[in-house]
């Protein structure tokens, strides 16, 4: 199912399960096969090299290798249907998967600190580095500004916070990679204890980032609601349903990239049940046409009742 566009721009086209999981398979190989290069490259000459920094970057490069892996495998799970242990589905495979990378980053992180740490302990054993490092650092900068580029386009263009999270772990990556070349030009001009300083640097910057993609992914499997914008947007497409009168009480929280909506829609008291019914069975269909909304849980009020709960007053106050 492909959701309604209501714009001329690209990147607020709802995109099909289908079309986010095939999006987010093509970026990720790209990634493995970029990190997959640059992890053998950098952790090699780091070490012919004498280069703490350029294998602390290496590392770096193969934490997202291990990383992509775990992508490629939640955005396959996730893309399992319901079943009896999981009604709504698989999506907040996704959202662990981004818990897991946010981990991977943090270890990662906290291991580089620790070893350049050590290494700035003792400034005496930092050898000189050798000139190819340089190179081998500035080419890694390119290759991996250039790959989060690519990705957090198509994350953008397929909604997915799952690929937005490997994208900017990406970038993490080339921001490294700036360090690293810095300290290398450092040791290279008289200065060796540059090298093991942009090491550490490297490493608070890795952390950092593993904690806030944990702390989010972590909200996020709390059942945290969508931003006001985009509830406003179905509490619109609810209001202009033929037959529903009002609407209040709707409640949010991320499934995946998908989202499950709770809502209270309020039709003219005097209908059947079956009229009640068919008008919330069409104010589903809508939403889930025109949102990426996963499930939508009606209840139906009748409109006539203006009391505290039900009535106009409590749209006002809720709307």
């Known amino acids: 199912m492909q959701f309604a566009d209501h714009t001329d721009d690209p990147e607020d086209t709802e995109y099909s399960a289908e079309e986010r999981a095939a999006a987010a398979a093509r970026s990720t190989w790209v990634s493995v096969v970029v990190n997959l290069f640059l992890t053998a490259l950098q952790i090699t000459v780091g070490i012919v090299a004498k280069s703490q920094g350029l294998v602390a970057d290496g590392i770096h490069s193969l934490s997202d290798l291990v990383a992509d892996f775990v992508v490629l495998a939640a955005n396959r799970q996730s893309q399992r249907g319901a079943d009896d242990s999981h009604p709504y589905g698989h999506q907040r495979v996704e959202n662990a998967a981004s818990l897991v990378l946010g981990a991977l980053l943090l270890a ?8 350049a740490f050590q290494k700035l302990q003792s400034p005496e054993t930092v050898a000189p580095v050798g000139i190819v490092a340089l190179w081998v650092a500035g080419a890694a900068l390119l290759a991996k500004e250039a790959l989060f580029r690519y990705m957090l ?4 263009r397929v909604k997915s916070s799952m690929l937005v999270a490997n994208a900017w772990h990406a970038r993490s990556d080339a921001a490294s990679s700036l360090v690293v070349g810095i300290g290398i030009a450092g040791n290279l001009l008289g200065y060796p204890i540059l090298d093991p300083i942009a090491a550490l640097i490297v490493g608070f910057m890795v952390g950092r980032m593993g904690w806030e993609f944990g702390w989010e992914a972590m909200h996020d499997l709390m059942d945290r609601a969508i931003d006001d914008e985009e509830v406003a947007a179905i509490r619109q497409t609810l209001v202009e349903t033929p037959g529903v009168s009002g609407v209040h009480d709707v409640r949010t929280r991320k499934m995946g990239d998908m989202i499950v909506v709770d809502a209270h829609i309020e039709v003219d008291g005097t209908l059947t049940v079956e009229q009640g019914h068919d008008i919330a069975v069409e ?11 996963l499930n939508l849980m009606t209840h139906v009020d009748p409109w006539h009742r203006p009391d505290r709960d039900h009535g106009p007053q409590a749209v006002s106050a809720n709307g």
């Not at 386009?153 to 953008?156: D, G, H, P, Y």
């Not at 104010?283 to 909304?293: I, N, S």
């Open 153 to 156: 386009a198509v994350a953008k």
């Open 283 to 293: 104010a589903r269909h809508r939403v889930l046409q025109r949102h990426r909304v």
């Open 108 to 115: 990662v992180g906290i291991g580089m600190v620790w070893s």
